[in-house]
């Protein structure tokens, strides 16, 4: 059984740093791309990052380039974000979800998310 | 950036009605087009990938279509389970831009 198990949200101050994890199982981690989706509250799905399976192909949404940094460990089949400078707009419910093939794919499976609140 | 655009914003429906949604992508996405259920509380779900291919396990009451830039959710006959938010998403480009949703409420 697939399961996707995000964990380190919290509550942070504005301008402050925060990194999220996905802790995946029942299935070869390495095979596939996984992504980060997140859901303001009371708001649609909007796609963060992802990144491939030997993180050869990594992308962001122009809303978080250049502070957001995706990453993976293949032998711990694991998933990170690491968010920085982060902005009362960037609270959310984060999702981890794989990819359905090694790079451009639809998302299989999802988590449950990890909230973050930005907020002083 | 492919942007995606839903129409209905909102659907009032009865058990038993067909319901169909309509997604639009600002260029052409060939098919690579997937739709997810979500319901209050609780993660997306995948219903359709690749504009029509019904996901393993997902009733065949749902069925998707189209290509290019114009693309169809339907769902035969309402059922009480299906009540829910449904968005597409585009898997062409390395952005996967979602749409806004459409939420089927009851009638």
């Known amino acids: 059984e697939v399961q996707l198990v995000e964990s380190g949200g919290g509550l942070v101050q504005p301008g402050r740093s925060l990194r999220v994890s996905c802790v995946a199982s029942?299935?070869?981690?390495?095979?596939?791309?996984m992504h980060w989706v997140r859901q303001a509250p009371g708001k649609g799905l909007e796609w963060v990052s992802g990144?491939?399976?030997?993180?050869?192909?990594?992308g962001y949404a122009d809303s978080v380039k250049g502070r957001f940094t995706i990453s993976r460990d293949n032998a711990k089949n694991s998933l990170y974000l690491q968010m920085n400078s982060l902005r009362a707009e960037d609270t959310a419910l984060y999702y981890c979800?794989?990819?359905?093939?090694?790079?451009?794919?639809?998302?299989?499976?999802w988590g449950q998310g990890t909230l973050v609140t930005v907020s002083s | 950036d492919i942007q995606m655009t839903q129409s209905p914003s909102t659907l009032s429906a009865s058990v038993g009605d067909r319901v169909t949604i309509t997604c639009r992508a600002s260029q052409s996405i060939s098919s690579w087009l997937a739709w997810y259920q979500q319901k209050p509380g609780k993660a997306p779900k995948l219903l359709i990938y690749k504009a029509s291919s019904l996901e393993s396990g997902v009733p065949s009451r749902f069925s998707g279509s189209g290509s290019g830039t114009e693309f169809t959710l339907t769902i035969s006959s309402l059922q009480p389970d299906d009540f829910a938010t449904y968005y597409c998403q585009q898997y062409d480009s390395y952005s996967f831009t979602f749409g806004p949703g459409t939420k089927v409420d009851i009638k």
């Open positions: 029942g299935f070869t981690f390495d095979d596939y791309a």
């Open positions: 990144i491939s399976w030997n993180s050869g192909n990594i």
């Open positions: 979800a794989k990819g359905a093939q090694l790079v451009l794919s639809h998302f299989d499976y």
